[in-house]
C-alpha cells in the first residue's frame, strides 16, 4: 500500500506570513494533486503536477512535484484568512492502480 | 451545474440498522468512489468502481457494500452499521477510468451510529 505522510498537521500562522506544506512518499506516483477543503464541503481540487521537478503556480500558492515523484510541497506567500481550511496532497498511478491516495491533511489557521 | 450529489447530509442510527448513502454524479464520469474521512487519517477509500457492474475494494472495505447499476449513481450501503462506521463520508467521481484524475467530491454525509 502506498503512503502519502504530510507535515505539518496543524498550522497557525498570522495574516501575511509564508509557510510550507510537505507532502512525501516512499513510492513514486503518476501524478500529484492538491486539494482544499472547508468546513461542511468535500474538498475541491487546487491543482494537478505530473513531470518531476514540475512547478506551478496558482496566484500565491507555488506547488513543486519532487524531481523523483515521491514528494511535493505547497507553499503560500502572504498568507491571508481566506488562506484557512484543509489542505490534502493526493498521489495517483504508481503502484496504486485505480485510487487516489491521500495524505493526512493540514489544518491551516490564519490569524487576521 | 456539474455536481456530485449525496443524501443524507446528516445521519443518526443505531447499530445493526441497515442504511444506504446515495450518491449521484451528473458528469457521465466513469469512475466513482467512496471515502471515509476520519481526523487525523485524512481521506480512506473504501470502494471504487472503473464503470457499471465494476466495482472494487479500497482500502477499508469492511463492513460495507457498494452496488453499479447505472453510471450516475454509486450508493454505499451498511447492513449492520456499527459505531466504529461514525464517520464523514464522501461520494467522488473522475473522469479518468484509473481514478488518477481530478476528482469532484460530494458535499459529505455525517454519519453517526449509537
Known amino acids: 500500500t502506498q503512503l502519502l505522510e504530510q507535515s505539518p498537521q496543524f498550522l497557525s500562522i498570522q495574516e501575511g506570513e509564508n509557510l510550507t506544506v510537505y507532502c512525501n512518499s516512499s513510492?513514486?506516483?503518476?501524478?500529484l494533486q492538491w486539494y482544499r477543503q472547508e468546513p461542511g464541503e468535500g474538498p475541491v481540487l487546487l491543482v494537478t503536477v505530473v513531470t518531476g521537478g514540475e512547478v506551478k503556480k496558482l496566484k500565491r500558492l507555488t506547488f513543486q512535484f519532487g524531481d523523483a515523484r515521491k514528494d511535493s510541497s505547497l507553499h503560500i506567500t502572504a498568507a491571508q484568512p481566506g488562506d484557512t481550511g484543509l489542505y490534502l496532497c493526493a498521489g495517483g498511478g504508481g503502484t496504486s492502480y485505480g485510487k487516489l491516495t491521500f495524505g493526512q491533511g493540514t489544518i491551516l489557521t490564519v490569524h487576521p | 451545474e456539474a455536481q456530485v450529489t449525496q443524501n443524507p447530509r446528516y445521519l443518526i442510527t443505531v447499530t445493526g440498522k441497515k442504511l444506504t448513502v446515495t450518491c449521484s454524479q451528473n458528469?457521465?464520469?466513469?469512475?466513482m468512489s467512496w471515502y471515509r474521512q476520519d481526523p487525523g487519517l485524512g481521506l480512506r477509500q473504501i470502494y471504487y468502481s472503473m464503470n457499471v457492474e465494476v466495482t472494487d475494494k479500497g482500502d477499508v472495505p469492511e463492513g460495507y457494500k457498494v452496488s453499479r447499476k447505472e453510471k450516475r449513481n454509486f450508493p454505499l450501503i451498511l447492513e449492520s452499521p456499527s459505531p466504529n462506521q461514525t464517520s464523514l463520508y464522501f461520494c467522488a467521481s473522475s473522469l479518468s477510468n484509473y481514478g488518477t484524475g481530478e476528482a469532484f467530491f460530494g458535499q459529505g454525509t455525517r454519519l453517526t451510529v449509537v
Open positions: 458528469m457521465n464520469h466513469e469512475y
Open positions: 513510492s513514486v506516483f503518476s501524478s
